[in-house]
């Protein structure tokens, strides 16, 4: 029969026992050590439920995708950057309207739409659409925070003069 305060006493040391170990570990050690409990794992598993559990790791990894059709479907935060369109009409397969929801989302959003946004386009699908586009639609402010954000050059998304109000000069 087990004495019940050493077990106590072991449980205690292990809790702490393991992250303090983890911490002294380099970062390239904790991946080795955890690359061969993966591989010890795995050669446990029969080549039928190795295939599966592939599968299943694949489809998890590219179905982070989210399909939508019109703008309607996309999250309230989105939704409400586009009040001054109709989002039923906005379709997301047609790349003038993409880039109408795109161009909303990053310089008028909040971080919600911007999360929802990076989870349906990539950050380099994103880059293509502004580059391709030309910052149409945005003013001189707005097109150097999409410059600054993604990387572009004043090439791929040009200067725009800021012709706004003057105030008339009295003589």
Known sequence: M????????????GAKGGPARARALSASRRREISQKAGLARARTLSRREREALARRAATARWANRLPILTAAE?????RRLLKSYDAE???W??????????????????????????????RAEIRELLRRYRGAGCNEP??????KEFRLAVDDIPNRPY?????????
């Not at 087990?2 to 040391?13: D, F, I, Q, T």
């Not at 996309?74 to 989105?78: K, Q, S």
């Not at 012709?163 to 003589?171: C, I, Q, S, T, Y």
Request: overall charge positive.
């Open 2 to 13: 087990k004495n019940p305060h050493a077990v106590a006493l072991g449980r205690l040391g």
């Open 74 to 78: 996309a999250p309230e935060a989105v």
């Open 89 to 91: 009409a906005l379709k």
């Open 93 to 122: 397969a047609e790349t003038d309207h993409r880039y109408a929801i795109v161009r909303e989302i990053l310089v008028r959003g909040d971080d919600q739409a911007a999360h929802w946004l990076h989870k349906v386009l990539r």
């Open 142 to 147: 707005e097109r150097q925070k999409l410059r």
């Open 163 to 171: 012709l706004g109000f003057k105030w008339p000069v009295r003589a």
